[in-house]
């Protein structure tokens, strides 16, 4: 089992960049795979970027080339750096990990991009 705790979210203006934080309560080393997700009010939860224990990334379209998920085992940690922020990326941001088709979830981080 895994506790993942996010951070790093709060109010930008439109082109602004926030990095948010995923700490996990162990080792993330052996972890398949982790990753961000995003729910604005009304919508379903959403990938936003995800990255493997070998390190291979997948984005969702719309954030390609401002997003950018990297992970510091050594840290236990998962990033997320988020350039070039749009009102349409306002939402609450999740962490998630997946191990032996186990899927464990934060409390979110609400990001809010102002135009």
């Known amino acids: 089992q895994v506790q993942l705790v996010e951070s790093g979210g709060g109010l930008v203006q439109a082109g602004g960049s926030l990095r948010l934080s995923c700490a996990a309560s162990?080792?993330?080393?052996?972890?398949?795979?982790m990753g961000w997700y995003r729910q604005a009010p009304g919508n379903q939860r959403e990938l936003v970027a995800a990255?493997?224990?070998?390190?291979?990334?997948n984005y969702a379209d719309s954030v390609k080339g401002r997003f950018t998920i990297s992970r510091d085992n050594a840290k236990n940690t998962v990033y997320l750096q988020m350039n070039s922020l749009k009102p349409d990326d306002t939402a609450v941001y999740y962490c998630?990990?997946?191990?032996?088709?186990?899927?464990?979830w934060g409390q979110g981080t609400q990001v809010t991009v102002s135009s």
């Open positions: 990255i493997t224990s070998g390190g291979r990334t």
């Open positions: 162990r080792s993330i080393f052996s972890i398949d795979n």
């Open positions: 998630n990990a997946v191990q032996v088709l186990t899927s464990y």
